[in-house]
């Protein structure tokens, strides 16, 4: 898994996620946005569209970065998904918590 950080017009930073977020890429990914967030201290959007996979540590990594961003006063917007990983969100309920965009 890959990403890059892209900055927004305004008061946004967007993540940009390519390949698997997994065991194996989760802990890099979440130490290294967080850190940029925190710099920034701007919202966040994650873009999903070339997310192909995401195990149960990606989507607890998605629950601490909302953390982090509502601790703020900022907001988190999920935006891209497909739809194998809009299912994943639908069945663990997490599209009720975080701001989801097909």
């Known amino acids: 898994m890959t990403f890059d950080i892209i900055y927004n017009i305004g008061d946004c930073l967007e993540a940009s996620l390519i390949g698997d977020l ?9 130490d290294s946005l967080i850190n940029k967030f925190k710099e920034e201290d701007k ?21 601490t970065i909302y953390k982090e961003v509502e601790d703020r006063g900022r907001k988190l917007k999920i935006i891209n998904p497909k739809k194998n990983i809009v299912k994943l969100f639908k069945i663990t309920e997490l599209d009720t918590i975080l701001n989801l965009e097909d």
């Open 43 to 63: 919202n966040l959007i994650i873009n999903l569209e070339s997310l192909d996979y995401i195990d149960s540590t990606g989507l607890g990594a998605f629950m």
């Open 22 to 30: 997994d065991i194996n890429t989760v802990e890099e990914f979440k």
